[in-house]
């Protein structure tokens, strides 16, 4: 298997490095580049889902001829299953934590956001965590929809501050 980086498409977020930092590397510049090519057997399923989760498409996988085509797993599914998933496990916590009085009184603590966007790339990570509360649609940078951040979304942005490449969200509680 082989990998390629459009350069014209990457924003040097970081994202593929951190899945899979034997095959990509952002120490020589300001975009992703491989390191290991072609990609040996161990690393390709790290390969692919780096290219997954690249929020602007910009990993090209090229399977070798002999290989078997490349199944899609439960990790790759698009952002919206994920924010589904994550939405119903609230719901659930919200669930138990009504019969625990003591859980309920803890959780109701205001929590506020914010987004740096001297440090927010723009990679899109937080929006397609939690979209009720971030969003790309108006800057280059994301913007914070609700702050308050209501109860039912606390547990996503949290999620979204720690998946944040560029550590450019804040979560003040």
Same mark, same amino acid.
């Given at each position: 298997?082989?990998? /390629?980086?459009?350069? *014209?498409?990457?924003?040097?977020?970081?994202?593929?490095?951190? %899945?899979?930092?034997?095959?990509?590397?952002?120490?020589?510049? @300001?975009?992703?580049? $491989?390191?290991? *090519? @072609?990609?040996?057997? !161990?690393?390709?399923?790290? +390969? /692919?889902?780096?290219?997954?989760?690249? #929020?602007? =498409?910009?990993? %090209? %996988?090229?399977?070798? +001829?002999?290989?078997?085509?490349?199944?899609?797993?439960?990790?790759?599914?698009?952002?919206?299953?994920?924010? =589904? &998933?994550?939405?119903?496990?609230?719901?659930?916590?919200?669930? $138990? &934590?009504?019969?625990?009085?003591?859980?309920?009184?803890? /959780?109701?603590?205001?929590?506020? =956001?914010?987004? !740096? @966007? *001297?440090?927010?790339?723009?990679?899109? %990570?937080?929006?397609?965590?939690?979209? &009720?509360?971030?969003?790309?649609?108006?800057? @280059?940078?994301?913007?914070?929809?609700? *702050?308050?951040? #209501? &109860?039912?979304?606390?547990? +996503? $942005?949290?999620?979204?501050?720690?998946?944040?490449?560029?550590?450019?969200? =804040?979560?003040?509680?």
């Amino acid at each position: 298997m082989k990998v /390629r980086v459009d350069e *014209d498409l990457c924003i040097g977020c970081g994202i593929c490095e951190g %899945i899979a930092p034997e095959v990509f590397s952002l120490e020589n510049g @300001p975009v992703a580049e $491989v390191i290991m *090519d @072609p990609v040996e057997a !161990d690393f390709q399923d790290a +390969a /692919r889902e780096a290219a997954e989760e690249c #929020p602007e =498409t910009a990993i %090209i %996988i090229e399977e070798d +001829a002999d290989e078997q085509p490349y199944e899609e797993t439960a990790l790759e599914q698009p952002c919206q299953e994920t924010t =589904t &998933e994550v939405l119903d496990s609230i719901e659930l916590e919200t669930e $138990v &934590e009504e019969s625990n009085p003591i859980m309920v009184s803890e /959780r109701k603590e205001e929590m506020r =956001t914010t987004v !740096d @966007p *001297d440090l927010c790339i723009g990679c899109g %990570i937080c929006e397609g965590i939690v979209p &009720e509360v971030f969003s790309l649609l108006n800057e @280059p940078y994301a913007e914070v929809l609700l *702050d308050p951040v #209501p &109860e039912e979304y606390q547990d +996503a $942005v949290r999620e979204a501050a720690e998946e944040c490449p560029e550590e450019a969200i =804040t979560v003040i509680e």
